[in-house]
């Protein structure tokens, strides 16, 4: 089970931080990845994270303005948003699963994100 919030509405330069929650045995065995898909447009992975090795991984439409991270303590992670564009604007999912399936075995409900110019 995955559990996102964080989403939200926030002017075009502001910040956004999303959270994802999973179950113990979710995080422990697969990475885990945000992708976002905005109305008629095709689903893009934003970021993956090995939740063993920390590894990460960022699209380059958000290299530099987005962070991944990960708390174990709580079998979270996270995803930071910074200098939000309008065209950041999406519905945002975690998801987690096999490298080889791109961590996205298994997806949680969705959060939007919505920043106006």
């Known amino acids: 089970q995955l559990v996102e919030s964080g989403g939200g509405s926030v002017q075009a330069g502001g910040s956004l931080r999303l959270s994802c929650a999973a179950s113990?045995?979710?995080?422990?065995?697969?990475?885990m990845a945000w992708f976002r898909q905005a109305p008629g447009k095709e689903r893009e992975g934003v970021a993956r994270?090995?939740?063993?090795?920390?590894?990460?991984y960022y699209a380059d439409s958000v290299k530099g303005r987005f962070t991944i991270s990960q708390d174990n303590a709580k079998n979270t992670v996270y995803l930071q948003m910074n200098s939000l564009k309008p065209e950041d604007t999406a519905m945002y999912f975690c998801?987690?699963?096999?490298?080889?399936?791109?961590?996205?075995?298994?997806w949680g409900q969705g959060t939007q994100v919505t920043v106006s110019s």
């Open positions: 998801t987690a699963g096999p490298e080889v399936s791109g961590c996205s075995g298994y």
């Open positions: 994270i090995a939740t063993g090795s920390g590894n990460t």
């Open positions: 113990g045995h979710t995080y422990r065995r697969y990475c």
